[in-house]
């Protein structure tokens, strides 16, 4: 019987299957639309686009409801939320994700997932998604007292029904972990497994690979029979590609550093240091390719006056700084 | 319209003091009404979906907003959405009305239906969705997975995947038009039987 109200849904003949040019910009409007560009002056362009011809709207309108549809039936399917998702700043109205889950397609999604970034958590429906764009951070209170602090760029994933338990996807993450020897806490990345031994530690994944610094107490970096444990004053750092694990000291003091605006090196390429600066400011920051294999070591003090930050830039890395509407360039 | 005074006065408070989303909504009123209007196709000339807009303003922090004007666009056409939704609804409750008239049977409308039910429907829609992503490229129905079902931001697709966000517009259409395409065969499909019944072969109440 539920069939019966999907009859009413009256397709125009020139947007039935057939190649349909109309359809395909129509589909590319509402891809364009949910995507990182969609500010007002393209909502402006896609009126006029509308505007231009009266198939353009019935052949949007099509789109868009077969589109709604897929997400009442994804809401249909999906367990009943008691918990908010955090990300309140995006473009997204807060009033009605579309980025709504569900068990089932979310698992084959992991399973595709697994095959290009393994090891991979496989998702429940418990799993939230929490992202920061660059220039912002964000503090998660855990229910056992723990806190992660997000750095720009970061996306992780919590699971409501195992609270000892994050994946670090990409960007940079300080745990300040209450230790609980019964219920290790465990961090998972796209370049191994951290658990923590009574612990306050700093995380990056990008995709050259995983580095973890560590301020106080201890973490093993993938338990088993290959455990490393990290202690104190440690840093680990795993290259991507590569299996061995290498841990140099630090300055423990330095560990999560980038909250208070200070971002600490050692013998660092200059790529690995813009990217850090693009995920604090959130403008991008290139290196010329000349300077790729120029390094680093020493403390950057983030000044939000990008202008100032730069010209001190120029001379503490023996550079020169551009900008252009692309963002920031390092060149020789 | 006597609302549309308030708003005004009430847009001058806001401008005047900070300027929010309401001020921003009231810079932007032609914009917004000039696209509602060819959205509806017809259907009024969104002057009402205007009216509910600025009334959900109240109350958001716009400060928790990165593109409010995107934003302002973005609630409108869910508001187009909901509409059009409900009235496909009504339709469905008054055919199945006439229908039952024509059978001598009264068939529950949809939304009496119980949700383990419909919950199974969508199960089996979002199965044939499922199907239907697994027959494109690899990459693709990753990408159209981790966008449109997990809600991963675009751009970090792009990141994962090492390419462009126009990459994965492009992986992102295929999918939407094979979603799309799929929709289309199914109301087709449905459409047969539903004549049938009409003509007063039907197996039965169901």
């Known amino acids: ?332 | 319209m006597p609302c549309r005074k308030d708003e005004d006065e009430r847009a001058q408070r806001l401008m005047n003091r900070s300027g929010g989303l309401e001020a921003i909504f009231m810079a932007n009123r032609p914009a917004l009404s000039r696209y509602l209007r060819v959205r509806l196709r017809g259907d009024g000339d969104g002057e009402d979906i205007l009216q509910e807009l600025w009334l959900k303003l109240a109350g958001i922090d716009a400060s928790l907003i990165a593109e409010p004007l995107a934003y302002l666009y973005r609630t409108a056409e869910n508001l187009v959405l909901d509409r059009r939704r409900s009235a496909q609804r009504r339709i469905a409750r008054e055919q199945e009305w006439t229908k039952g008239h024509i059978d001598g049977s009264m068939a529950a409308p949809r939304d009496a239906q119980p949700s383990a039910e419909r919950m199974l429907v969508a199960r089996d829609q979002l199965r044939r969705v499922d199907a239907v992503l697994d027959a494109l490229p690899e990459r693709t129905a990753f990408a159209f997975r981790a966008v449109r079902i997990d809600g991963v931001p675009q751009k970090q697709i792009a990141a994962q995947m090492g390419i462009s966000v126009s990459a994965v517009e492009k992986h992102l259409q295929r999918g939407y038009r094979a979603v799309l395409e799929l929709k289309q065969q199914l109301d087709v499909d449905i459409d047969a039987p539903q004549r049938q019944v009409a003509e007063g072969i039907d197996d039965g109440d169901r």
Do not use: C
């Open chain 1, 1 to 332: 019987m539920w069939i019966s109200t999907r009859r009413n849904v009256k397709w125009p003949k020139e947007l039935m299957m057939g190649t349909g040019s109309i359809v395909d910009e129509a589909v590319a409007w509402h891809v364009r639309l949910q995507g990182p560009a969609a500010d007002g002056a393209l909502w402006a362009e896609f009126t006029a686009w509308m505007e231009a011809d009266p198939t353009h709207a019935d052949a949007y309108d099509a789109v868009a409801l077969a589109d709604e549809r897929l997400s009442e039936e994804l809401a249909e399917t999906s367990a009943p939320e008691a918990y908010e998702p955090l990300l309140t700043n995006d473009n997204e109205p807060g009033a009605r994700p579309w980025y709504r889950r569900t068990a089932f397609l979310s698992i084959a999604a992991s399973l595709v997932l697994a095959l290009f970034l393994s090891p991979m958590l496989f998702r429940s429906p418990g799993v939230e998604v929490i992202s920061t764009q660059p220039g912002e951070t964000r503090e998660i209170a855990l229910g056992d007292g723990s806190t992660i602090g997000l750095n720009g760029g970061t996306t992780i994933h919590l699971d409501r029904k195992a609270e000892r338990f994050a994946r670090l996807d990409s960007g940079e993450a300080i745990f300040t972990i209450k230790h609980d020897s019964a219920r290790p806490f465990v961090v998972e990345t796209g370049d191994g497994t951290l658990r923590d031994l009574g612990t306050i530690f700093n995380v990056r994944q990008s995709v050259n690979g995983l580095e973890v610094g560590v301020s106080e107490g201890s973490i093993q970096y993938d338990p088993g029979a290959q455990a490393v444990t990290v202690t104190a004053g440690k840093q680990l750092r795993v290259q991507r590609g590569k299996s061995k694990a290498v841990v140099t000291a630090i300055d423990p003091a330095s560990v999560g550093g980038w909250r208070q605006g200070r971002l600490s090196y050692h013998d660092a390429p200059l790529t690995t240091i813009a990217l850090d600066l693009s995920r604090s400011l959130g403008t991008p920051v290139t290196v010329s390719p000349d300077l790729t294999s120029r390094r680093f070591s020493g403390v950057i003090r983030i000044d939000r006056d990008e202008a100032k930050l730069f010209r001190q830039l120029e001379s503490l890395l023996g550079v020169h700084a551009r900008h252009s509407a692309k963002g920031w360039q390092l060149t020789r």
